[in-house]
């Protein structure tokens, strides 16, 4: 694991109700593409009964959604990097000038 991504986990483990560490994990995750391992590690609380962590029935609800936000960001990221299928622009005029040069050799 990204060592950066670790200590920001270890963080957020030591004081779970700080909003503001949770938003610099998942921060950090997005601009270094590791919204997987963010969400692996909040699975590992949201799974309570597979956790080594200490866990209250709150914590474990607040890991779901923050997986859920996590995953959601992800699919943002993929729907912005996705680009339209289709001819790439300008493929028109270079098929029109095909066809004028096809017609051009046809008449010679």
């Given at each position: 694991m990204d060592p950066t991504l670790e200590g920001l986990w270890?963080?957020?483990?030591?004081?779970w109700?700080?909003?503001?560490?949770h938003g610099k994990l998942i921060s950090y995750a997005q601009t270094s593409d590791q919204l997987g391992?963010?969400?692996g590690l909040y699975k590992s609380v949201a799974n309570a009964e597979d956790s080594p962590y200490r866990l209250s029935p709150t914590q474990v609800l607040d890991a779901?959604?923050?997986m859920n936000g996590i995953a959601m960001l992800a699919v943002m990221h993929l729907e912005a990097a996705k680009t339209e299928a289709g001819?790439?622009?300008?493929?028109?005029?270079?098929r029109v000038a095909a066809a004028i040069l096809v017609v051009a050799t046809a008449v010679l």
């Open positions: 270890k963080k957020v483990l030591e004081d109700d700080d909003d503001a560490l391992q963010a969400a779901k959604k923050r001819p790439p622009k300008g493929l028109f005029w270079v």
